[in-house]
T-cell receptor, first 114, second 111 residues
Framework: NAGVMQNPRHLVRRRGQEARLRCSPV?????VYWYRQLPEEGLKFMVY????????ESGMPKERFSAEFPKEGPSILRIQQVVRGDSAAYFCASSPPQRPSEQYFGPGTRLTVT | SQQGEEDPQALSIQEGENATMNCSYKTSINNLQWYRQNSGRGLVHLILIRSNEREKHSGRLRVTLDTSKKSSSLLITASRAADTASYFCATDDFGNEKLTFGTGTRLTIIP
């Protein structure tokens, strides 16, 4: 019974590079969420996806950030042209379709922009 | 502004004592959940309480919910060193599955 898996666990990028974060939900879960946590803060919602659909992206910055959850394969959070302010922990969560509020979190990807 | 605000921000107690953390929120909710986060790690789901419930227990955890005051409390009884972590409350609203997290309480259990 694998939980939510995220990779890489740690990612270092120079300013201007692209960062790709991957999330594999719990088997059978069709809802995926991405959250960002800045140091010493709580998690902030970014985007909610179901297979091949973005349901709510109200927490995503308007530029440079995108997310997808294809029919096959993991969900991807993509950050283009990273800046130092993007340094944070990015958490993915998944939930079963009948209980979307019951979200199970992955271990997170810690992004450091140098 | 934050939907959820926990207090205190930090709490230190002796092992064996009880720890109480509070969470206040601003808008209507469907569910309220508590999560634990060890330093540098992911979140562990502790307990979910629905808006029509007033109290819930799970092992050494007791959660209360007062929707009239828009507040919840998490009680950890007979604390252990392994309970040292940050604790977050998270709320969701009807038809809106995204979770809104509070700022967290950093709990330190002194052996």
């Amino acid at each position: 019974n694998a939980g939510v898996m995220q990779n890489p666990r740690h990612l270092v990028r120079r300013r201007g590079q692209e960062a790709r974060l991957r999330c594999s939900p719990v088997k059978g879960h069709s809802h995926v969420y991405w959250y960002r946590q800045l140091p010493e803060e709580g998690l902030k919602f970014m985007v909610y996806l179901q297979k091949e659909n973005i349901i709510d992206e109200s927490g995503m910055p308007k530029e440079r950030f995108s997310a997808e959850f294809p029919k096959e394969g993991p969900s991807i959070l993509r950050i283009q042209q990273v800046v130092r302010g993007d340094s944070a922990a990015y958490f993915c969560a998944s939930s079963p379709p009948q209980r979307p509020s019951e979200q199970y979190f992955g271990p997170g990807t810690r992004l450091t922009v140098t | 502004s934050q939907q959820g605000e926990e207090d205190p921000q930090a709490l230190s107690i002796q092992e064996g004592e009880n720890a109480t953390m509070n969470c206040s929120y601003k808008t209507s909710i469907n569910n309220l959940q508590w999560y634990r986060q060890n330093s540098g790690r992911g979140l562990v789901h502790l307990i979910l309480i629905r808006s029509n419930e007033r109290e819930k227990h799970s092992g050494r955890l007791r959660v209360t919910l007062d929707t009239s005051k828009k507040s919840s409390s998490l009680l950890i009884t007979a604390s252990r060193a392994a309970d040292t972590a940050s604790y977050f409350c998270a709320t969701d609203d009807f038809g809106n599955e995204k979770l809104t997290f509070g700022t967290g309480t950093r709990l330190t259990i002194i052996p």
